[in-house]
């Protein structure tokens, strides 16, 4: 078997939340024991309602944040124990907000070149070559490198992010939310983009998301969390067909249509929002879960291979 462009295994997140100055502090688990691998040149897609640990998962994985327990591998080879210069030729990221993760006030080859400056060693010729080449590959012009951010409409900025994640030649690109600041029409031109690069630079896309529309376009696998945990992961086509945790279902019910008159749908989760700084026991979805059983609120469930994936459910059986 090949060695996975990307493994994850147990990784875990604490925080500590004040809640004044006499009353001790609150653990807050964000991310609790997450663990998958990723194939080379595949999408893995991960999503989950706010809170649930998605974003925080992407930064531990991007060395933004120190996981409490837990490693990350590329190629077999652990990311903890590589400086940050080893890290960022094999991981990059692309951000939601394309206009808050440039600088404003460089030009945009600049914004391009600096991951290549940071190396250290890259010789200014070699700088200029490769910004030039990232700037063609995601459709922008030699001109539009001398302009500032502010210049650029968001669509354009979102492609100055991808051309910096790309120009030191990464095989992890981290995705959080690249296409949710952006109009629907210009959302389809970036993932068309993604897509494009993805099948010519051999790239694998960790791509976290709350639209389940953009999702099932562009992953190959699905990862579904909730209250720090993955419940579902699973093939794409798969999940999105047969869905067999109750929370990817209630994702799933929770689709707007634009068929009018329908109103905004019911998913029957009711009104308890999941809170990481009290986890109940047992499921950990059961005081939401429209069909629970005696031992979802006692009892932890297990996890459950199935055919094509995995699912953590009471129920999976």
Do not use: W
Not at 110 to 131: C, F, H, K, S, Y
Not at 288 to 311: H, M, W
């Amino acid at each position: 078997m090949s060695t996975p462009a990307i493994e994850v295994r147990g990784l875990r997140r604490e925080f500590r939340a004040s809640q004044g100055l006499f009353a001790p502090p609150r653990r807050v688990i964000a991310v609790d024991d997450v663990s998958f691998s990723v194939p080379a040149g595949s999408v893995l897609g991960v999503v989950g309602e706010s809170g649930c640990g998605k974003t925080t998962l992407a930064r531990m994985i991007l060395g933004l944040m120190e996981p409490s327990a837990g490693e990350v591998l590329v190629d077999g080879k652990r990311l903890d124990g590589m400086d940050r210069r080893a890290r960022a030729r094999l991981i990059q990221p692309v951000f939601q907000d394309p206009f808050s993760s440039l600088n404003p006030r460089r030009r945009v080859r600049d914004i391009i070149a600096m991951p290549l400056v940071a190396q250290g060693n890259v010789t200014t010729l070699e700088i200029d070559r490769r910004v030039a080449e990232s700037l063609e590959r995601v459709g922008l012009s030699t001109e539009q490198g001398t302009r500032f951010p502010s210049q650029l409409s968001g669509g354009q900025r979102q492609r100055v992010a991808i051309a910096r994640a790309l120009v030191l030649r990464p095989r992890i690109v981290v995705c959080d939310e690249p296409t949710s600041a952006l109009d629907v029409s210009v959302q389809a031109q970036i993932l068309n983009l993604l897509a494009e690069l993805r099948r010519d630079l051999g790239l694998t896309y960790l791509f976290i998301s709350h639209n389940l529309a953009v999702v099932e376009h562009v992953a190959s696998e699905v990862a579904v969390m909730y209250l720090g945990r993955i419940v579902e992961r699973r093939e794409s086509e798969a999940l999105f067909r047969d869905p067999r945790h109750p929370y990817t279902r209630a994702l799933l019910d929770s689709v707007l249509t634009p068929e009018p008159g329908l109103g905004v749908p019911d998913v029957g989760l009711g009104d308890i929002m999941p809170d990481p700084a009290n986890i109940p026991p047992g499921c950990r979805f059961h005081p939401r879960g429209p069909a629970c059983f005696a031992p979802c609120a006692a009892t932890a469930p297990r996890i459950t291979s199935l055919e094509d994936g995995l699912v953590e459910c009471h129920l999976a059986g």
